[in-house]
Nanobody
Framework: VQLQASGGGVVKAGGSLRLSCAAS????????VGWFRRAPGKERELVAL???????KYADSVQGRFIASRGDAKNTVNLQMNSLKSDDTGVYYC????????WGQGTQVTVSS
C-alpha cells in the first residue's frame, strides 16, 4: 500500500492547514490510521491516531486544535490543523496499520511567528 500525503505549506501562527492522505488501495474501516510528525532536531512523534474502534487519540500538544478524520472515500484520512503554533513546524507523515505499518512520504508544515 502506498500513501500519498498533501496539503502542507507555510502558514502564519494562528492560521490553519488541512492535510490529506490517500492510500493506493481500499482501507478497512478498522485499520488504524493517523498522523505523526518530526520537528527539526526531534524524533518522530504521534500527532493523532484513529484506532480500530474509532477512538481518536491526540498528542497533548495538539488536543483541542487538531481534528483527525477518515475521509468520505475509504482510502483517505485527513488532519485539520487550527490555531497553529511555531512548535507545530515539522514534516508530517500519514500512517496506516494493516497488520504491517505503512508510512507516507511526509509533507512539510512550516508555521511562521
Amino acid at each position: 500500500v502506498q500513501l500519498q500525503a498533501s496539503g502542507g505549506g507555510v502558514v502564519k501562527a494562528g492560521g490553519s492547514l488541512r492535510l490529506s492522505c490517500a492510500a493506493s488501495e481500499s482501507v478497512e474501516s478498522t485499520d488504524p490510521v493517523g498522523w505523526f510528525r518530526r520537528a527539526p532536531g526531534k524524533e518522530r512523534e504521534l500527532v493523532a491516531l484513529i484506532t480500530s474502534v474509532g477512538i481518536i487519540k491526540y498528542a497533548d500538544s495538539v488536543q483541542g486544535r487538531f481534528i483527525a478524520s477518515r475521509g468520505d472515500a475509504k482510502n483517505t484520512v485527513n488532519l485539520q490543523m487550527n490555531s497553529l503554533k511555531s512548535d507545530d513546524t515539522g514534516v508530517y507523515y500519514c500512517y496506516l496499520d494493516t497488520g504491517t505499518a505503512h508510512w507516507g512520504q511526509g509533507t512539510q508544515v512550516t508555521v511562521s511567528s
